[in-house]
């Protein structure tokens, strides 16, 4: 059974930081991999979507990786600033159903 | 303007009822999708449909139930049967080709209550 995990489940910086997040995974054949980010009472945002055959994907100041062998992803963001500051999900696809299962989620307070 | 639209934002109900959360998407998506949000466990699948008149269980279908009888709409009804029915609920949809599923995109959101 597939298990998404996600660490640290909490994360606090400083505005300008670089930070990574973290995604782990247990079951590597997985179809895709979605990196999303949750405002408190809101609807999830996609971010970014790895293919199983991708190795990373960039937007702005998002970069994902994707290390299907180890079972792992990271999220980089560079040069946060406050409006970061919500919490960010992983979530994994490991069908053509297009299921995702998800992982706890990280949440990222930038301080000004 | 296209996306999902979800209704009602909050919705509160009594022991006993059934209610009814709504879900639309005018993004012409083949499949579409219901999750579960609690404090501290993530998402969790209830349903999904990946045609219209066709659907199968997720993860925690017990005490809910859903139909699609049009591509665009997938209502959830939460039925008296569901002992903890409090959460947060989430609509989603996803383009399909013949052999790989796209995008995830997801509604605002229903917050429900039981009184």
């Known amino acids: 059974k597939q298990e998404v995990t996600q660490i640290p489940a909490a994360l606090s910086v400083p505005e300008g930081e670089n930070l990574v997040l973290n995604c782990s995974f247990t079951?590597?054949?997985?179809?895709?991999l979605q990196w999303f980010r949750q405002d408190p009472g809101k609807g999830l945002t996609s971010l970014l979507l790895?293919?199983?055959?991708?190795r990373e994907q960039t937007s702005g100041r998002l970069n994902a990786s994707l290390d299907k062998s180890s079972g792992r992803s990271t999220l980089y963001i560079a040069a946060s600033q406050p409006g970061d500051s919500a919490t960010y999900l992983c979530a994994v696809s490991n069908s053509n159903t297009g299921k995702l299962i998800f992982g706890q989620g990280t949440t990222l307070q930038v301080k000004p | 303007d296209g996306g999902i639209t979800q209704s009602p934002k909050y919705l509160f109900r009594k022991e006993g009822q059934n209610v009814t959360l709504s879900c639309e998407q005018n993004l012409n998506h083949d499949a579409m999708y219901w999750y579960r949000q609690d404090p501290g466990q993530g998402l969790r699948l209830i349903y999904y449909?990946?045609?219209?008149?066709?659907?199968q269980k997720g993860d925690i279908a017990e005490g809910y139930s859903v139909s699609r009888e049009k591509k665009e709409s997938f209502p959830l009804t939460v039925t008296s049967a569901q002992k903890n029915p409090t959460a947060f609920y989430l609509c989603?949809?996803?383009?399909?080709?013949?052999?790989?599923?796209?995008?995830?995109?997801f509604g605002p959101g229903t917050r429900l209550t039981v009184l």
């Open positions: 790895i293919q199983s055959s991708q």
């Open positions: 079951d590597s054949a997985i179809y895709n």
């Open positions: 449909s990946q045609i219209v008149n066709d659907f």
């Open positions: 989603a949809s996803t383009m399909t080709s013949a052999s790989s599923y796209n995008e995830q995109f």
